[in-house]
């Protein structure tokens, strides 16, 4: 049903101000949801009559907070790099891996061997693991084909999770990922295959264009050309900027208005104030570097600058296999410096923001119906636990999920 009135809240996270980090929080609570979105949230008491003629789901105290909004993600993928987590862990950085021809190429072999009926079956699975830990909205990227045809086999893939789950699914065509094996002597020829073809047979199946823009990705001059070319197809920019080196990237985004500038381990105070100014979302992604062992970035530093922050899990086989928003949640305030309030917005509100889905992150009349319902008392729970599997229900555009 996606007509629902849920009652016994103890706790109620609305987002409803605006404001970054202003959780809104109501005691004691109901929502209503008619259609799919929410038509009225605030004290149970007042619940008005009309709404309170809806079927009931009765919280028991619990808390809940808007569906967590996971901007940033690699979720299609084949096959697996757990050997190259041991190497890692034994000492080769990442950029050893990749030039050795690991890394990203070795994802870039597995995934065009599969079917896409193969990728479909992983990758539900996956999203279906995700919406259990209360994510409802998940931006899906390619990347991992690196031709025309695997790209747009995985952005059809999103297309059919988007069919198959219920969760929303915002693809984006990332065919300037890494420069293919065999390709690195011509590069130029690769960046025209992205900017031609590739960009022709993926931008209907996209919402948004992505680059790696670093120092083991593309250059800024790359970079600027294809997502030039992405905007004369209505595809909005997005950047994986300044994570392993200062290349430029932060700056470039705010430039072009991009959507939002990701990981920015290396950004420095101008460019945070450059993306301030070009209202650009900076997601930051603190399980890559749990998982990477690298310094977290200094998330309390991002905040400080003004700059919307979004925190998103980066879900991918090599550097961050987190399915999880709560541990990212968790992670931002242990790792990163940021509040419990501020990094459950920027996991929600920011989260929406960084994908363009203004109608969502946040528990007010017009918002879609996507809640969770947490098995706690209260939010902090999520970052006072994280090992906790904290999702008693899930709600999407008003349906009750039951967490897996």
């Known amino acids: 049903m996606s007509e629902l009135l849920i009652t016994g809240i103890g706790e109620l996270v609305t987002n409803r101000s605006g404001l970054r980090g202003d959780l809104g929080v109501i005691p004691d609570a109901a929502v209503a949801i008619e259609?799919?979105?929410?038509?009225?949230?605030?004290?149970?008491a007042e619940v008005p009559s009309g709404p309170a003629s809806l079927p009931k789901l009765d919280c028991g105290g619990r808390a809940v907070v808007p569906g967590f909004v996971d901007a940033h993600t690699h979720i299609v993928f084949a096959g697996?790099?757990?050997?190259?987590?041991?190497?890692?862990?034994?000492?080769?950085s990442y950029e050893e891996i990749l030039a050795a021809g690991g890394g990203i190429l070795s994802t870039v072999a597995a995934t065009q061997a599969a079917s896409q009926a193969e990728l479909v079956a992983a990758s539900t699975d996956r999203a279906l693991r995700m919406l259990g830990a209360g994510t409802t909205t998940i931006e899906v990227k390619s990347g991992y084909g690196l031709d025309v045809a695997t790209e747009a086999k995985m952005l059809r893939v999103a297309a059919a999770i988007d069919a198959e789950v219920p969760i929303d699914v915002i693809p984006t065509f990332l065919g300037a990922h890494v420069v293919p094996e065999g390709s690195r002597d011509r590069r130029s020829a690769y960046v025209d295959l992205v900017c031609g073809p590739m960009l022709d047979a993926c931008a209907p199946l996209a919402r948004f264009c992505d680059v790696f823009c670093d120092s083991a990705g593309f250059s800024v001059a790359?970079?600027?050309?294809?997502?030039?070319a992405a905007a004369a197809t209505g595809l909005r920019a997005r950047l994986h900027a300044d994570q392993l080196s200062r290349v430029g990237a932060a700056q470039l985004a705010a430039e072009l208005g991009a959507m939002?500038?990701?990981?920015?381990?290396?950004?420095?105070?101008?460019?945070?104030e450059a993306l301030r100014r070009a209202g650009t979302v900076a997601v930051l992604l603190p399980a890559v570097s749990f998982s990477m062992r690298t310094p977290f970035p200094d998330g309390r530093w991002v905040w400080d600058s003004g700059v919307t922050v979004a925190l998103a899990t980066d879900c991918?086989?090599?550097?961050?296999?987190?399915e999880t928003m709560p541990l990212v949640i968790s992670l931002a305030c242990l790792g990163m410096g940021?509040?419990?309030a501020e990094a459950l917005w920027a996991a929600t509100r920011g989260g929406a923001l960084a994908v363009g889905?203004?109608?969502?992150?946040?528990?007010?009349?017009?918002?879609?119906?996507d809640l969770v319902?947490?098995?706690?008392?209260?939010?902090?729970?999520?970052?006072?636990r994280p090992d906790g599997r904290l999702v008693w229900r899930v709600v999407k555009s008003g349906r009750a999920v039951e967490a897996r």
């Not at 991918?316 to 987190?322: D, I, R």
């Not at 319902?373 to 006072?384: F, K």
């Open 260 to 272: 939002c500038a990701d990981h920015l381990d290396y950004a420095t105070a101008d460019d945070l």
């Open 80 to 92: 697996d790099r757990a050997e190259e987590f041991g190497r890692r862990l034994r000492g080769e």
């Open 35 to 44: 259609n799919g979105r929410v038509s009225w949230a605030g004290r149970r």
């Open 357 to 369: 889905e203004e109608d969502k992150g946040r528990v007010v009349p017009g918002a879609v119906g």
């Open 222 to 228: 790359e970079i600027r050309r294809i997502l030039d």
């Open 373 to 384: 319902v947490l098995d706690a008392p209260t939010y902090l729970h999520i970052p006072y």
């Open 338 to 340: 940021l509040t419990p």
């Open 316 to 322: 991918n086989p090599g550097t961050a296999w987190v």
